[in-house]
């Protein structure tokens, strides 16, 4: 069996801030009524009960959602009230608020909304409303990348901070969070791992990351976001395990309470801190899969949450942006530089990282990656012809724990070190 290792260079304060309170979940279209509970098919035939905040948004006609007395708190988080007619950043916004545990009314401009701990305006919506004083809380301002005269309007709001969305996202989670204000440190980091072409270790690469940050003490999720690879759940060897998958959640509405998310997550009987969300070998029928806020959720539930992303195709990558960093694995192989090549492409805006995998069979070191992608690797992991009988027999993280394996895997670690350092209110955090 394989042994808690620590390797002396992270401890568990050195990844994002320690997790207390609530975590709550929400799925894509939180339409519940307030108090409703949910039940979801476990595996075995179990059910797991979920208790619903108020989310009456139904409908996009611009109204006032929730009570119209402006008092409809049934969360246990800060109120939040949004002014805008944008019913695709009221959805966002709404699971944002779910992931912090926030309770959320939005109004049209210039509508009354009631007392709030934090007032969010749509830069658009000032240009048909001013800023209503009866509403109370603090101030921020929402906008989208391609607004224009956001930070003129922040300055005539007395220099209110400002939210571009989706980059933000994190940010604004962790500061309608109660606990925005106890805690010292941000959300948690988001690590995406990509493979530039299949069978290089991707899978491999993201299981070891996240079994390596559990093992320093941090409180790690793997999330499996490839629906096609019949789960991440086969490689740890807990393909039989009744547990929470993607589908459970999948056919689940609403908001489940915080202090549900982290107990319902199955963990790994020899990492303590490793938690893994799966999918599993069934046939996936179209369905909208929760992506942002289960992911918004386990930012706050977790010190680092590592996102098996899968092979990067085109029209597949809206979830890379919503990491903080994306590994993006690649062979040593001329092939292998030129679908990296044009997978960074793919990728962007997401911040990219190569990490170099398998035999050097074509002269391809560190230089060559640099002056093709214009970026150093951050870590190689070396070929080992035990690894895929290790992945079929479910031992893949006993493989990682070799000596050879657990300096690349934690170097990698240390290197995400100084490539994410915590950044100021208004974009994503990260950082160790």
């Known amino acids: 069996m394989n042994t808690t290792r620590t390797s002396g260079r992270r401890s568990a304060g050195e990844f994002p801030h320690e997790v207390t309170g609530e975590v709550p979940w929400s ?45 409809s708190n049934d969360g246990e988080g800060l109120r939040v009230g949004l002014q805008t007619e944008d019913s695709a950043l009221r959805h966002l916004v709404s699971g944002i608020c779910a992931s912090a545990g926030a309770t959320l009314k939005v109004s049209v401009a210039g509508a009354a909304v009631g007392a709030v701990d934090v007032q ?63 805690s010292a440190g941000g959300p948690g980091v988001v690590v995406g791992v990509a493979g530039a072409a ?26 499996d976001a490839d629906p096609d ?13 009744d547990a929470l998958r993607w589908p459970d959640l ?23 801190d490793l938690r893994w969300l799966s999918w599993d ?21 977790a010190h680092a949450v ?16 919503h990491c903080d960093v994306v590994l993006l694995t690649l062979p040593r192989t001329v092939r292998g530089v030129l679908a990296a090549h044009r997978a960074t492409e793919l990728l ?12 050097d069979v074509a002269d391809v070191d560190d230089a060559l990656v640099t002056e093709a992608l214009g970026r150093e690797p951050v870590g190689h992991i070396r070929f080992d012809g035990r690894v895929p009988e290790a992945a079929e027999t479910g031992r893949l993280l006993d493989r990682g724990g070799k000596r050879s394996h657990a300096q690349s895997v934690s170097q990698i670690w240390d290197e995400l070190t100084n490539v994410l350092s915590p950044v100021s209110g208004g974009t994503r955090g990260g950082g160790f």
């Open 27 to 71: 799925a894509e279209h939180p339409q519940q009524h307030a108090g409703a509970t949910v039940e979801r098919p476990g595996r075995g035939g179990q059910t797991h009960p979920g208790t619903l905040y108020d989310d009456s948004s139904g409908d996009s006609s611009g109204e006032s959602f929730g009570d119209s007395n402006g008092d």
């Open 348 to 359: 962007a805006p997401a911040r990219v990282e190569c990490v170099l995998c398998g035999v």
């Open 250 to 272: 999948c056919r689940s509405n609403g908001v489940l309470r915080a202090e549900q998310l982290w107990p319902l997550l199955p963990g790994h009987v020899d990492h303590d």
């Open 120 to 182: 969010l305006y749509d830069v658009r919506s000032l240009a048909t409303a001013g800023i209503r004083d009866d509403a109370g809380g603090e101030v921020v301002l929402l906008g989208r990348p391609e607004d224009s005269g956001l930070w003129d309007a922040a300055a005539l709001l007395g220099g209110c901070p400002v939210a571009v969305l989706p980059e933000a996202e994190a940010w604004l989670a962790d500061r309608l969070s109660p606990r925005a204000q106890e």
């Open 229 to 241: 690879g019949c789960g991440l759940d086969v490689l740890l060897g807990l393909e039989a395990v």
């Open 281 to 301: 070998r069934a046939p996936h029928p179209p369905v909208q899969v929760p992506w942002l806020p289960v992911l918004a959720a386990l930012r706050t539930a």
């Open 198 to 223: 299949g069978g290089v270790g991707t899978s491999t690469l993201a299981c070891w990351l996240a079994a390596d940050a559990a093992d320093n003490g941090a409180r790690t999720v793997l999330v």
């Open 306 to 321: 590592v996102v098996d992303l899968g092979r990067v195709t085109a029209g597949d990558t809206a979830l890379a942006t």
